[in-house]
């Protein structure tokens, strides 16, 4: 190969080499371009956003500007004090507008007030330091702070996230325990702040923050800088030194990590960190500054005696309405039992309840006198009870109006222990037979719905055998085991006999008494698999037996034209801002027609007035209409009356701890003689009411032997109510 042919290869080779160069070259630069121009959209973004929030907050500080509106939230030293404690309220009996406290639930928070006069100038400056260094500059709003610790949050200037909130801003979510993630909590809480520093001072502003603010403790229920320091160093406020002032500053960011009796180093480091703040920012000179880092953090334990629990007395609808409230908690917002009882304790709840205040603390005093059940022994010791054994008699009651709401409840006889929710409310808690009690809500209402019988049907009551699903017969047997014949409906239910009920139920299934009881009535505890289909679920032999609260609610049925609401102790729960934190949902269904619980109502008026009656003792109460129907179980082991009257609801329930002969100790509606002892107070100041019925009813007199409509040559007659449709035929037997 000649040497020309050589260069040209070597030129060649070169310039094959150098392209490859050029093109990588090329892409690299339009790379860096590409991304150049990326960042510029972000950036212009996040210009646009910080810019838009600038707008947003400039709007919102117009408005409140606009507005000039004083705060709602109370600094008082009494309101401070109960910051976080829940209120229960109940409609005022005065006003029918209004409400009054009736509890404070118990936090377990310990805390001493301190007034800011009596708070070193280094405890002030060491919190203002840290945590708001324009404190007494802005209007309760650090805009500068709030914008940078915004866009820290994007473009990340400083490696630790920045606060943005004021003092002030910090205090009212201390005080709202508005605790929520979104734009809309912190709008509220400008707005809330800026309003506060209208009201307020910044003297009154900052000992409010100083003594809410959380310092420790197990649970973190210590609270303010006054427990603070007799916690950690044993002295009251005043005498604190300028490194324990930043010593007990240092804590608030996380107590459970800088604490100084369990981590005295965290402590330290961020005690220290805080002095320099002071320094720096000219609260301290640097001799002061020198000599307090030069400080180790020495701790002297004491006991802080200031205790927010509350010692009021928590009556069984408190506990009720607890139990209520955090299960609805827990449905809502998905916390376990422990977040929603935590909740309950020490968000400053406010809440709404149904309570009759009056009734309620009628009803407690009957049952904390022994004179209401006065053929029991009750006040001796169970040791004493050599008939049964040291088995304790036991009582239950609970009151409803025809909305739903619970007004008033008992649940055991004597007094409850103050504060103790372990007690048990057998009203609400318990499980019981109903007896008879179950009869109009899982037969009769069905049968004259479904014009299976009518008011003055006739119906043999004569022995009958059952064969059950596991193959035993069962034949049902009335009180005494007496027959009665040929009988009306109406007679049947009078008597309360049992065999009439099961032949209705036989043409209904127990399977459409069951789905009634549990789909349309609210009760919880039927198991399907046990009662639906079993005949002696219509008399009130259940598996597990029913809570008193969901039997009495149950029969609301009968004095409000067939319609449900489902069992509620509150209406609603709202913050200490006003927002509404539950609402309780008062949907109300109609489950019969109204012709049908008119019906319903006449018949069981005969169990109170009725020659036969089972609650006759009762009658009526000041000219005041009552009915309702007894539930004795065959064992005797339970009895129960459910009575009805144009205002209430009242189901009471008797027996014994574990199950035993109540006829022994001359129990026998017995407990109807208290229902009427209970009611009679509960009803003094009212008189002469009846209940409202049905104008589609026809009210007609029948004959009692056949249960036609009545001619002039019957013997025996008796008022009766139909339905216009379901109407018997003229007697024909008497001409």
Known sequence: MSSKDIYSSDVQKKQSSKKPKKQKHQRSKGKRIAAFIGKAVVCLFLICIITGSIVVTALTVYVMKATETDSTISLAKEDIQTAGIT??????????????????????????????????????????????????????????????????????????????????????????????????????????????????????????????????????????????????????????????????????????????????????????????????????????????????????????????????????????????????????????????????????????????????????????????????????????RAENGGNPFQSAMVLYDYNGAMKAVVGGIGEKPPGDRSVINRAVQGQRSPGSAIKPLSIYSLAIEEDLCHYSSIMQ?????????????????????????????????????????????????????????????????????????????????????????????????????????ESHTYTSVTNAAGDEVLKKDLSTNQVISEDTATIMNRLLRQVVVGSSGTARAIGDINGIEILGKTGTTNDDFDSTFVGLTPDYIAGIWFGYEQNYDITKNKGLKKQVAAWKTIMSDILSDSQNKSFQLSSDVVEATYCTETGMIATSGCPSTATGYYKKDNKPGTCSVHG
């Open 461 to 565: 009551d004569e022995p009958i055998s059952i064969e059950q699903p596991d193959g035993t017969m069962w034949e049902p047997q009335n009180f005494g085991g007496k027959s009665y014949g040929s009988v009306t409906i109406q007679k049947a239910v009078e008597m309360s006999l049992n065999r009439i009920p099961i032949k209705l139920d036989q043409t209904l299934t127990p399977k459409k008494s069951y789905d009634f009881l549990t789909k349309s009535l609210g009760f919880t505890d039927l198991t399907e698999s046990a009662d639906a289909n079993l005949a002696p679920m219509s008399l009130g032999s259940l598996s597990n037996g029913v809570h008193l609260d969901e039997l009495t609610n149950a029969y609301q049925i009968f004095g409000n034209g067939g319609y449900f609401t």
């Open 87 to 384: 209120t229960i309220m109940a409609p005022d009996p005065a006003n029918p507008d209004g409400e009054i406290e009736v509890s404070k639930l118990s936090t377990g928070t310990k805390r001493i007030w301190v007034d800011i006069q009596d708070c070193p100038e280094d405890l002030k400056n060491a919190f203002i330091a840290i945590e708001d260094k324009r404190f007494y500059e802005h209007e309760g709003v650090d805009f500068k702070r709030t914008f940078l610790a915004f866009a820290n949050m994007i473009l990340h200037f400083w490696d630790t996230e920045q606060g943005g909130s004021t003092i002030t801003q910090q205090l009212v979510k201390n005080i709202t325990n508005d605790n929520a993630h979104s734009a809309g909590r912190k709008v509220r809480e400008i707005f809330n702040a800026m309003s506060l520093e209208r009201t307020y001072s910044k003297d009154e502003i900052l000992q409010a923050y100083l003594n809410i603010i959380t310092i420790g403790g197990k649970n973190g229920d210590y609270e303010g800088v006054g427990a603070a320091a007799k916690l950690y160093f044993n002295k009251d406020v005043s005498e604190l030194t300028l490194p324990e002032c930043a010593s007990i500053a240092a804590i608030t960011r996380s107590p459970s990590t800088y604490e100084p009796i369990h981590n005295p180093e965290k402590n330290k480091e961020r005690r220290d960190w805080i002095l320099k703040n002071m320094y720096d920012q000219g609260l301290i000179e640097e001799a002061d500054y020198q000599n307090a880092i030069a400080t180790p953090v020495e701790v002297n334990q004491g006991q802080v005696t200031g205790n927010m629990d509350g010692s009021n007395y928590q009556s069984y609808f408190v506990d009720a309405v607890i139990n209520e409230v955090r299960n609805d908690l827990m449905e809502e917002y998905g916390y376990d039992k422990e977040t929603a009882e935590a909740k309950i304790k020490t968000s400053g709840y406010i809440i709404h309840t149904t309570m009759d205040v009056n009734a309620q603390k009628k009803l407690e005093q009957h049952y904390q006198e022994s004179s209401t059940f006065a053929n029991y022994d009750i006040i001796k010791e169970s040791t004493d």
